[in-house]
């Protein structure tokens, strides 16, 4: 049976139209990452800046048959260096978005965590894997299983309202939010169901705002409504959800990788919470998980573009 997509065609539609936004592409120096920042070009998407040594991207770019004559070019000699020369970009107003090449991902978010220089917000940075599950109706949204390893409460609250504020600009006005454990009952043994009951408790007291929360709920619960009724769960998020909020990295990420290696799922990954919005891919992911990574990305500036500067201006005209 073959597997409909339908998720992250609407995303690009939507990325369409709007113009290209001027990217910061550190170290795309592997045939997938040069390949992604090529094709959201074609896409008009984003409007890259590669960055890295001009020797190498030009033989890369000849040997996998891609024109990048177009594109500006930043001149790095190291991972570190790039990573920098990214940060610095975006701090400039030169690039409204920041996307990881092939270099590991400590490198890369080392330039944005670092104080003074990089691109921390006043709010966590967290990250959110944006699925497109055959067998799910919507978009579902997984945070955080890529940036926090053990979220405290307060941590959680803020990776919960950056999934929110990203669900309005992808066009969710009340997004259902699911807080995860391995049940849906509070149970002081497990952590987890403590604070999926105290983030309910601050939606409903204006601490966190914008989404529909319920918690704590097991997976199953959280996103079929047969399971939902067989548990008799009665909420407007249980079987639903458009967001999973994991208890930790590590659930998380393994949560991720079973959608998208046994359900068939394709995953664009996006960074919230700085100065503008950071594509996160995994170095193995192939130029079409790149460039759903690269539309949300796109969507989320556009939407935080100052309405005086007007569609598609950059801050420093």
């Not at 002081?188 to 939606?203: E, F, G, H, N, V």
């Not at 208890?247 to 998208?260: H, I, V």
């Not at 309405?307 to 801050?315: F, H, M, R």
Request: proline content about 6%.
């Amino acid at each position: 049976m073959t597997q409909s997509h339908h998720v992250f065609s609407g995303l690009l539609a939507q990325a369409n139209a709007t113009p290209p936004i001027p990217t910061a592409v550190v170290w795309p120096l592997s045939d997938l990452s040069l390949q992604g920042a090529c094709e959201a070009a074609r896409e008009h998407v984003i409007a890259p800046v590669l960055i890295g040594p001009p020797d190498r991207l030009a033989a890369l770019a000849q040997l996998e048959r891609l024109d990048i004559s177009g594109f500006a070019l930043v001149e790095a000699a190291s991972e570190a260096e790039a990573a920098a020369k990214g940060v610095e970009l975006c701090r400039a107003g030169k690039a409204r978005i920041l996307m990881k090449g092939s270099l590991h991902t400590d490198a890369f978010m080392h330039a944005v965590m670092q104080d003074g220089t990089g691109l921390r917000g006043t709010r966590r940075i967290s990250h959110v894997f944006i699925f497109d599950v055959p067998r799910y109706p919507h978009v579902l949204m997984i945070t955080d299983a890529a940036v926090n390893i053990a979220p405290n409460l307060m941590e959680k609250a803020d990776i919960v309202q950056n999934a929110i504020d990203l669900a309005h600009v992808l066009g969710m006005p009340e997004p259902k939010v699911a807080i995860l454990s391995a049940v849906e009952t509070v149970n002081p043994k497990i952590q987890s169901t403590i604070d999926a009951a105290a983030l309910c408790k601050m939606a409903e007291r204006g601490q966190i705002t914008g989404g529909l929360l319920d918690g704590p709920l097991a997976f199953d619960n959280a996103v079929n409504l047969k399971a939902a009724r067989v548990k008799h769960l009665s909420s407007p998020v249980a079987g639903q959800a458009d967001v999973l909020v994991v208890p930790d990295l590590e659930s998380g990420n393994m949560l991720a990788k079973q959608l998208e290696y046994l359900a068939g799922a394709e995953a664009a990954g996006i960074v919230l919470g700085a100065r503008v919005p950071i594509v996160l891919t995994s170095r193995a992911d192939g130029p079409k998980a790149r460039l759903a990574s690269a539309a949300v990305a796109a969507l989320l500036a556009e939407a935080q573009l100052p309405k005086e500067l007007g569609a598609g201006a950059s801050p420093d005209e």
